[in-house]
């Protein structure tokens, strides 16, 4: 730090003043638990990587017994994921892996405390919220190596970060007095909020001829993997080749206040983490990488098993590069595994704000989202019910469809069924 400007570390002491909030307020922000496990994976060289890992807790309502074909799709799902309390020894539970936002230079997996925490007992599965590395420390690309190594944490067992992750698990379960269970790396999923979002759809990419590394850079996903993989992607920073006070902005979004705007925080941080001449870059603007392989056969592209959610606020200077991009998505061939959901009169972040921070209809729309995004992910974690639409509960003149509506008609057939997860 001490070799930048006194401008840039000022700047980054003041953002970085909420990871002095110790862990256990998480127990107010995160009442309902679980709380996170925190420890390092060990990754490239001497670097670890700080994870906050939820399990799911002992006595979860969605355990069942194994359920039918015609079963609720959460019953359903709790077939792959019954727990070791119920005498199964060979448990294995899915995982999911969430990136927080922040523009590469502030944020924490703290505020993300919440979501995980409700994905985590809900959908009875492991939540990773990584703890990336962020600029003017690190420079691009270290935290898409961050995301990517906790990714092969959990599906490739040759690699050390594999066996400290499961140990780590297994010694709260032990501390908790609990039986151990398998994850099942079979059964993965990815989640990023704003640049979070940049992080989950580079794992799900690979691109020919990088220009930051000059080589190759693959997906670590193999492109043979067993099964779907769902991708959240919550208001998702796709082109950063525009800085956020350069970025057009929606009509009705107000001009830009507060201590990040007076102090230039963004300005001023952003170019720390992600040089000028790297923004174009496909791995720093995923957005602008290609979807299919120039060539027949070639492994490039969107992975082939990607399934992907994308959330837009209305009021967000990331709206239109998403919209540029659902085009893209389209033209190549790919809006069939696209899933979009538009929320009216709500401004980027929201979903991340506190409960006390937004209104009580935002409230509302926030639960609503969690829960669609919740019911996407279950539907490809249980392969059985494949026929089931990842749409649930959407009623024609219900109060919910006025404001969170597809952006495009063509993301869904309106012929397939619906169902309540």
Same mark, same amino acid.
């Given at each position: 730090m001490l070799s930048h400007p006194f401008g840039v570390t000022w700047r980054k002491a003041l953002v970085s003043l909420p990871r002095l909030v110790p862990d256990f307020v998480l127990q107010f922000t995160n009442p309902e638990g679980p709380q996170p496990v925190v420890f390092d994976l060990p990754s490239r060289g001497s670097h670890l990587i700080p994870v906050y890992v939820?399990?799911?807790?002992?006595?979860?309502?969605?355990?069942?017994?194994? +359920? $039918?074909?015609?079963?609720? &799709?959460?019953?359903?799902l709790q077939q792959h994921t019954r727990t070791p309390e119920h005498g199964d020894e060979h448990v294995k539970v899915p995982v999911l892996i969430d990136f927080h936002?922040?523009?590469?230079?502030?944020?924490?997996?703290?505020?993300?405390?919440? !979501?995980?925490? +409700?994905?985590?007992?809900?959908?009875?599965?492991?939540?990773i919220s990584v703890d990336y590395r962020l600029g003017p420390y690190a420079q691009y690309p270290a935290a898409n190596y961050d995301a990517e190594d906790v990714l092969r944490a959990v599906i490739e067992p040759k690699t050390q970060a594999y066996k400290t992750l499961r140990e780590g698990i297994r010694e709260q379960l032990e501390k908790d007095g609990r039986k151990p269970f398998d994850l099942d790396e079979a059964r993965i999923a990815l989640s990023g909020f704003s640049s979070g979002g940049n992080l989950a759809l580079n794992l799900a990419l690979s691109v020919k001829d990088d220009p930051t590394i000059h080589k190759d850079w693959p997906s670590p996903i193999? /492109?043979?993997?067993?099964?779907?993989?769902?991708? &959240?992607?919550?208001?998702?920073? &796709?082109?950063?080749?525009?800085?956020?006070?350069?970025?057009?902005?929606?009509?009705?979004?107000?001009?830009?206040?507060?201590?990040l705007e007076r102090w230039a925080i963004e300005k001023e941080l952003m170019p720390t983490y992600l040089p000028v001449d790297c923004r174009g870059h496909p791995r720093a603007s995923p957005g602008l990488a290609d979807l299919k392989p120039k060539r027949p056969g070639e492994q490039a592209g969107l992975h082939p098993k990607a399934k992907l959610w994308l959330l837009l606020p209305q009021y967000d200077t990331l709206h239109s590069q998403s919209i540029v991009w659902i085009q893209k998505v389209k033209d190549e061939g790919r809006m069939h595994d696209l899933t979009v959901e538009e929320v009216k009169g709500v401004v980027h972040g929201w979903t991340q704000f506190p409960d006390s921070w937004i209104s009580e209809e935002e409230r509302r729309l926030k639960a609503? $989202? !969690?829960?669609?995004?919740?019911? !996407?992910?279950?539907? !490809? /974690?249980?392969p059985e019910v494949k026929g089931v639409a990842v749409d649930p509960g959407r009623?024609?003149?219900?109060?919910?469809?006025?404001?969170?509506?597809? $952006?495009?008609?063509?993301?869904?057939?309106?012929s397939e069924p619906v169902t309540t997860c």
């Open positions: 939820f399990i799911p807790p002992l006595h979860n309502s969605h355990h069942h017994r194994l +359920q $039918t074909q015609g079963a609720h &799709l959460k019953d359903a936002g922040g523009g590469f230079v502030l944020g924490s997996p703290q505020e993300q405390a919440p !979501f995980c925490a +409700q994905m985590c007992r809900e959908s009875n599965a492991v939540v193999p /492109w043979d993997f067993q099964n779907d993989i769902p991708v &959240l992607l919550f208001y998702p920073s &796709l082109d950063c080749r525009l800085l956020p006070h350069e970025r057009p902005r929606p009509e009705g979004l107000p001009p830009p206040s507060g201590i609503e $989202t !969690f829960r669609k995004a919740r019911c !996407f992910v279950e539907a !490809f /974690w249980a009623k024609e003149g219900d109060a919910a469809s006025a404001s969170m509506s597809k $952006t495009d008609p063509a993301v869904r057939d309106k």
